[in-house]
């Protein structure tokens, strides 16, 4: 698949305050901006036109757009955030969106999604439930892709806080995964690049265009995709991963 545009929002100050379960501190918000603005470069860099929304106080998490939204070749889906807080989200990209799409289809409640539970393969999407993806919320995914003639796989998560803290797809029928992922049935036709837990965090990369991008300090990591053929770029992730985000988390990539 080849990309050409992204989305992302500047995190607003209220971000230090935003949802985690991890146990690694408060962000420092300075930092955070500079990561924010380092991971723009590189969406840059990997031949991206990225459009830069404002920061909303109004939601500490807002920064992590990707689970507002799935944008597909012939379609964008708004979602339905599992999280109270999050709901709100979407409202702003019911303004963004109809720019670069005529075809939006949505989530409706009791349905929830987020957009971290959704992987894209080619034309195949696998959709993980959650504590923020629900069975009705994936189920009206499917029915929704189905229409325009893609293929869903719903999975049942038993570790991760969203599929794709897990697993991502780096084209060449190549998946890295971490975890419950490495024994799994459902993924045992790709080609694996497999991620040892003690660096699962990097599981979260994103590969667009002729580049992955990876959370910096992950050494083995870097070497297998390197290994693998692809010329990787690394950023420094720290003030995010402190609120359970990773790079995939931080745009809308079409």
Sequence with gaps: MKFSRAIVKKPAASYVNGLTT??????????????????????KQTGLEVTVLEADERFPDSTFVEDTAVLTEKCAVITNPGADSRNGEIEDMKTIIPRFYDTIEYIQAPGFLDGGDVMQVENHFYVGLSTRTNEAGAIQFREILAKYGYEVTIVQLEEFFHLKTGIAYLGNNTVVLAGEFIESDTFKDYKHIIIEKEVEYSANCIHINDYVIIPKGFESTKKQITDAGYNVIELDMSEFRKQDGGLSCLSLRF
């Design 22 to 43: 991890s146990d690694l501190g408060k962000p420092d918000f300075a930092l955070a901006l500079e990561q924010h603005a380092a991971y723009v470069e590189a969406l």
